[in-house]
């Protein structure tokens, strides 16, 4: 019996610890962008350019000057992404494609 709980105290020191330095090394917003504002969107829908009965939702964020475009997708009952733009480098290129 005693060696059974010094079996389980171990493990349990054990554990802690490495918790202990997943805590400590890893840093809270590890994969954050820095100083991302908050955004503002706005949704429309529209249809995409392949034709058929397509259609896509466009969401923009205004205050990051981003687009992305959406799709739903019947078989999985989820969306899926079509596209991301940056609207900021879209303007700095000059209408360039």
């Not at 397509?54 to 000057?65: G, K, L």
């Not at 078989?75 to 290129?93: C, I, N, T, V």
């Amino acid at each position: 019996m005693r060696t059974r709980r010094r079996w389980l105290l171990a493990t349990n020191l054990l554990l802690a610890a490495s918790i202990g330095v997943a805590v400590w090394a890893v840093p809270a917003n590890g994969n954050q962008p820095a100083a991302r504002a908050r955004g503002q969107y706005s949704m429309v829908a529209g249809e995409l350019r392949s034709g058929g009965e397509a259609s896509a939702i466009y969401i923009t964020d205004s205050i990051n000057e981003e687009l992305i475009a959406l799709r739903w997708n019947d078989s999985r009952s989820q969306l899926d992404g079509l596209d991301y733009r940056s609207l900021q480098m879209d303007a700095a290129r000059g209408g360039e494609r």
